[in-house]
């Protein structure tokens, strides 16, 4: 049953090389990394977009127009595209297995559809969908023999209706035009650019000067600090969070996420560096302060691990360096404490 149609920003993520890891990986293991990858894909879109279906090795979603304009479509894509690299380098840093379907997951690559125009939201059997011309061209986007040609295996390609309608300006965004001919749709103008150009995260190990800095040495070997610091459950002895529960299951590691409550108040993290039992960084959006990037450095030192823990705001200034500075010493007065009952 039709239940109504608007202008919406559709959007088709590809995992490209799926098929081919599916059927040359184990039956028991590609699967499940596959669907772990998929799944990093839609948690980040999800944020900016309403998923409107898996399509097996693709996720299609769709937004509102208004919610993506300028800066903002490019944004959610290379920051879906920054996790989905993350995740992989995550997979390959942990695992020590040697099969098929460990070995080649970071052979799997992302790419990106985009179109903006009408779509007709309907009701088959007790699901929605969403249908029309729009939806089918932008999923036709997806044989696109262009950026191939032009020696591009991850990217995104937008149609020229999407760049008018979101305000994108081509030369900034580094977006290089192609056409390509479509049955039943003629020629169609587009766009494809580098996601990774996109991405507003800043790598963890960037030289950008933080608003905090501190260092102190920690009375407890290096592997049990670690575990204070990235456990859930021990998380909450020291940092002065109520709750921590991950939201992507499997290993602990670059692209896992999380909710962190405290006072009621709960707030989303990320992992974006991940060297166990060395290096770490946790970002996190904070009220009134903005994205903050949290780095923990772990070393073995004669007394314990040397541990410095620096601060990375998006939006810097000296308000929230005091006040930071004010909550680190107190939760580190708290972690010296944890780690002296865990180390008897």
Not at 92 to 111: F, G, H, I, N, V
Not at 134 to 147: E, F, G
Not at 252 to 264: F, P
Request: proline letters at 4%.
């Amino acid at each position: 049953m039709k239940q109504g149609s608007d202008e919406r920003v559709l959007l088709v993520a590809d995992l490209s090389g799926y098929t081919g890891y599916l059927v040359g990986g184990e039956a028991e293991e590609a699967p499940l990394i596959a669907g772990d990858l998929v799944e990093t894909v839609v948690n980040h879109l999800s944020e900016q977009f309403e998923l409107a279906g898996l399509e097996g090795d693709a996720a299609f979603v769709h937004a509102p127009v208004s919610g993506l304009r300028g800066r903002r479509l490019l944004d959610a894509i290379g920051n879906c595209d920054a996790a989905f690299r993350r995740r992989i380098e995550s997979v390959r840093q942990a695992t020590t297995c040697t099969c098929t379907a460990c070995q080649t997951a970071p052979t799997l690559d992302l790419k990106f559809f985009v179109h903006v125009g009408a779509a007709v939201r309907q009701r088959i059997a007790g699901r929605d969908e969403l249908a029309g011309r729009d939806v089918v061209l932008v999923h036709r986007l997806m044989k696109d023999s262009a950026p191939a040609a032009l020696g591009m295996q991850s990217y995104a390609l937008l149609t020229e209706a999407a760049r008018v309608a979101l305000g994108i300006d081509a030369a900034t965004a580094g977006l290089r035009p192609v056409r390509q001919t479509y049955d039943h749709f003629g020629e169609v103008e587009g766009w494809v650019g580098d996601p990774a150009t996109w991405s507003q995260w800043v790598d963890a190990d960037e030289a950008v000067t933080p608003i905090l800095d501190h260092t102190e040495v920690i009375p407890a070997d290096a592997a049990a600090l670690w575990e204070l610091l990235t456990v859930p459950d021990r998380r909450a002895l020291w940092e002065g969070i109520d709750q921590v529960e991950e939201l992507d299951g499997g290993i602990r590691g670059m692209g896992t996420r999380s909710r962190c409550i405290a006072r009621r108040l709960a707030t989303m993290e990320e992992i974006v560096a991940w060297r166990p039992p060395v290096t770490f960084a946790r970002r996190t959006q904070l009220p009134n302060a903005g994205e903050v990037t949290a780095r923990y450095d772990l070393e073995a030192v004669d007394r314990g691990t040397r541990l410095r823990l620096r601060w990375h705001a998006s939006e810097p200034d000296a308000r929230l360096a005091r006040e930071a500075l004010i909550d680190v010493r107190a939760a580190q007065e708290r972690l010296r404490k944890a780690a002296s009952t865990v180390s008897r």
